[in-house]
């Protein structure tokens, strides 16, 4: 295995001291948030996805999603049931995001959105599933400007 032991540890360093300085910026704001680390999240590489068996630090927000930092990219998830996902507010994810995924709450693989599908394709995506969760992630690049507010943006404008 050719692995560069420096660089990820030098990269796992940035991403856990990322996740605690957004924690403490939170806590700050008097969000009720948990900071976590949690294994068996996926990342794709070469077009596929792959299970991680080691953790990644998450902020848990209440009534809110979650913050992951993980190798490539740090995320927000939210988690939605069925009538709050058809209720979505779909125009501003899909207006103002450029990597975005919509999935199955039980079946993580079930994709709901393909880049260009419209509300439409997503819904019908979702209604001919057996799912009852839907799970909505968007992506960012780790120097991603303001993520505290970004992210305090985009629950204000789907949650």
């Not at 993980?70 to 209720?87: G, I, P, Q």
């Not at 079946?107 to 839907?134: P, Q, R, T, W």
């Given at each position: ?108 693989l079930i994709d709901f959105y393909e ?26 690049d780790h120097d991603e400007e303001s ?13």
């Amino acid at each position: 295995m050719n692995v560069d032991l420096k660089e990820t540890h030098l990269l796992l360093n940035k991403l856990y001291s990322m996740a605690k300085k957004d924690y403490q910026k939170l806590l700050r704001r008097n969000i009720d948030c948990s900071l976590k680390n949690y294994k068996y999240n996926y990342i794709k590489l070469d077009e596929k996805y792959h299970k991680q068996e080691y953790p990644i630090p998450i902020i848990e927000c209440k009534n809110k999603g979650d913050i992951g930092y993980n190798l490539d990219k740090v995320f927000f998830e939210f988690s939605f049931d069925e009538n709050e996902f058809l209720n979505l507010n779909f125009d501003y994810i899909l207006n103002n995001f450029e990597d975005i995924e919509m999935y199955g709450g039980e079946d993580c693989l079930i994709d709901f959105y393909e880049k260009g599908n419209s509300e439409e394709d997503i819904i019908n995506e979702f209604k001919s599933s057996d799912e009852v969760i839907a799970l909505v992630s968007l992506y960012f690049d780790h120097d991603e400007e303001s993520l505290i507010d970004l992210f305090l943006d985009v629950c204000k404008n789907i949650i």
